[in-house]
T-cell receptor
């Protein structure tokens, strides 16, 4: 069974440009999460999808970030326009259900560097 | 609000020595606790989780953790370190109810010396 995959693995862009990150969850997982780790800080929650619906987007930093999950399969996270402070590692995770003890399976992350 | 504190951003041990990575949490309700590990150039992998079934939890690769409510701790241990254990370790807490997000500590980088 394939794990959570993320694309690209690395992205280097200039301030003001747009970047789109993609996450493919494990097949059949209705729940998809985005997290971010800024250098030197802890991994922080961004948002949670249940199928194609946003369940919780309380962690999204500002309106420059837009997440979508059309059709309830893969998800994209767009940053437009990118700022220096957006640099970090963006992780995606998925789980089959939303039970509190459910394991979230993480992808390898996308390393974003904004210059 | 819940939070997680990992004492020591970097821990160094000798091969064969005891590994002890500390995690303390604060939560207003009974928490669910997780330890994840990130090997170089890989994603986070679940080591073990506490879901109130037993206070001593055994995980993969010989790791275990003990939930101590009185100390609000969930320290990770392994009796004998192996070179392959070198990685970054993250403690995380998830509150009960409908709150699905994980709250992570800052991580502890474990170095194993030959």
């Amino acid at each position: 069974e394939a794990g959570v995959t993320q694309f690209p693995s690395h992205s280097v862009i200039e301030k003001g440009q747009t970047v789109t990150l993609r996450c493919d969850p494990i097949s059949g997982h209705d729940n998809l999460y985005w997290y971010r780790r800024v250098m030197g800080k802890e991994i922080k929650f961004l948002l949670h999808f249940v199928k194609e619906s946003k369940q919780d987007e309380s962690g999204m930093p500002n309106n420059r970030f837009l997440a979508e999950r059309t059709g309830g399969t893969y998800s994209t996270l767009k940053v437009q326009p990118a700022e220096l402070e957006d640099s970090g590692v963006y992780f995606c995770a998925s789980s089959p259900d939303s039970y509190v003890q459910e394991t979230q399976y993480f992808g390898p992350g996308t390393r974003l560097l904004v210059l | 609000a819940q939070s997680v504190t990992q004492l020591g951003s970097h821990v160094s041990v000798s091969e064969g020595a005891l590994v002890l990575l500390r995690c303390n949490y604060s939560s207003s309700v009974p928490p669910y606790l997780f330890w994840y590990v990130q090997y170089p150039n890989q994603g986070l992998q679940l080591l073990l989780k506490y879901t109130s079934a037993a206070t001593l939890v055994k995980g993969i690769n010989g790791f275990e953790a003990e939930f101590k409510k009185s100390e609000t701790s969930f320290h990770l241990t392994k009796p004998s370190a192996h070179m392959s254990d070198a990685a970054e370790y993250f403690c995380a807490v998830r509150k009960g109810g409908s709150n699905y997000k994980l709250t992570f500590g800052k991580g502890t980088l474990l170095t194993v010396n030959p």
